[in-house]
């Protein structure tokens, strides 16, 4: 159920490795659908509540790629583990770069 007041925010876009990849948001639940050599280890769609996952977004590459990264839990140290979830995405697509820190601005404060 979508947080009070919060809309239902999505897109569809392909990574910079090719891969073709749905994210939803409705303010409280991440939902990544995409192929599982990219976005996880373990299966082809995750699904993250906001009080139980980090975000990070590094910086672009040389040629201009982005990865974000997103964690089961955000605690102070999440890169202990490694992301559940990895996606790359190019810095000149602002509709995805926005999407995902639209959902970061959305998390709880630590």
């Known amino acids: 159920m979508p947080a009070p007041g919060s809309t239902v925010d999505r897109i569809r876009f392909t990574s910079t490795l090719g891969g073709r990849i749905v994210a939803v948001f ?46 089961p839990d955000p605690g102070p140290r999440p890169s202990w583990r490694g992301p559940v979830c990895q996606v790359r995405i190019s810095e000149q697509d602002r509709a995805v770069v926005g999407f995902f820190e639209r959902v970061r601005a959305a998390l709880p404060l630590e």
């Open 26 to 71: 409705d303010g409280e639940v991440l939902e990544i659908f995409g192929p599982t050599g990219e976005t996880s280890r373990h299966g082809d769609s995750w699904r993250f509540h906001r009080d139980l996952m980090g975000i990070k977004m590094e910086e672009p590459d040389r040629k201009g790629n982005l990865t974000v990264e997103v964690y």
